[in-house]
């Protein structure tokens, strides 16, 4: 899969370049334009101030409206806020840090959490059981290799905005549950990696490696995958953020070996597969270049007359990885960039949920 350059009017000389995925399509990770901000609510017009229109809390679900948020750590918390706000029946709740029961004191224990009210019934000490305390270790795994940096339209997000996006909230959310939350990113090799903790103050963390994560290096998914398994000291939740696309010298078999161990050594496994509407459906129209982003290899193509075949595959290529983490255990959710981040949150705690 490659880089598209759209059909030209005649006598017009300068090339205009797309890019769709193959194998790694050519990527744009910022965007020519900028699109409109949001706000501020307030706007002069004239000698009175109007109220601009403040789009609604759900709204922020919607990728073309999260984009326009500049700060991440804005992103992460309107896009949990706008999930929370569309839920009936949330599937988190409850996990808080509400009192539970008590348990007897033993060294190490923080003393501010000891019960003196019991203490004095009792002569003995007890200390006060959070709910807290039996919450998850989540791990957060993103893939941010130079295929993932593909939008095929200026101002929409890519693979990777989406991708970080999503981990971003994530980390919000987890954290405001009292979840431990920890960070790996990679492209080649694992790039950075945050231990999980489960203080608020631990999202700056977290939202600064995500910030910078994008190095525009081509991926070695199977290797660094594994090196993660062995980088996760205690079992938890994995949760994997990815296109999949193997590089030049892998197979999809050996990158569903890598999510296999992450199985294999004890944590549950959420797999995120990460595709751009037009690598799903490849809507190009006219005679187009595609160019490998990584390679650099060319191919020209009229789109029309390979559409079908290459519908089929990419249908194959989702296959393989459905059936195959179906095998292992691994949660399978197939992410399509143009459809709201609740499609991703939900299935998150839904997996949480299992847990208690």
Not at 15 to 39: C, D, F, I, N
Not at 229 to 247: F, T
Request: charged share 25%; with cysteine; proline share 6%.
């Amino acid at each position: 899969m490659a880089a598209l350059t759209l059909p030209l009017p005649e006598g017009e000389e300068k090339e205009a370049t797309r890019r769709v995925v193959s194998q790694k399509a050519s990527t744009s990770s910022t965007p020519s334009t900028s699109p409109r901000p949001l706000g501020p609510p307030w706007r002069q017009g004239g000698a009175r101030a109007t109220i601009a229109r403040m789009p609604d809390v759900k709204e922020y679900l919607r990728p073309e409206v999260i984009q326009q948020v500049a700060r991440l750590e804005l992103k992460a918390r309107f896009i949990v806020e706008g999930f929370l706000a569309g839920l009936h029946d949330s599937p988190y709740h409850g996990f808080s840090t509400e009192f539970s029961e008590h348990r007897k004191y033993t060294i190490g224990d923080d003393l501010k959490d000891i019960d003196w009210n019991v203490y004095a019934r009792t002569d003995r000490f007890y200390v006060k059981k959070f709910q807290a305390e039996t919450n998850l270790n989540t791990y957060l795994l993103v893939d941010t290799s130079e295929s993932m940096a593909f939008s095929w339209r200026p101002g929409a997000m890519s693979k990777l905005d989406y991708a970080i996006c999503i981990a971003a909230a994530l980390g919000y959310l987890m954290l405001s549950q009292q979840d431990a939350v920890g960070l790996a990113t990679f492209d080649e090799t694992v790039v950075s990696f945050v231990p999980p903790r489960s203080r608020r103050a631990h999202l700056a963390g977290i939202i600064r490696a995500l910030s910078v994560a994008l190095r525009h290096r081509p991926s070695l998914l199977a290797p660094s995958l594994h090196r993660a398994a062995e980088m996760l000291r205690r079992r938890g939740l994995a949760i994997v953020l990815s296109d999949l696309i193997p590089g030049a010298s892998e197979t999809l078999a050996d990158v569903l070996a890598a999510l296999e161990h992450l199985r294999y050594r004890g944590h549950d496994v959420i797999c995120f597969h990460v595709l751009d509407h037009a690598e799903l459906t490849l809507p190009y129209e006219g005679p187009t270049r595609f160019v490998d982003t990584e390679s650099g290899q060319e191919v020209r193509v009229h789109p029309a007359a390979v559409r079908e075949d290459y519908r089929r595959e990419i249908r194959s290529f989702i296959e393989f990885f459905r059936t195959g983490c179906a095998k292992a255990r691994i949660d399978y959710v197939q992410v399509d960039t143009s459809l709201s981040f609740d499609s991703v949150l939900i299935p998150y705690l839904a997996a949480r949920k299992s847990h208690f």
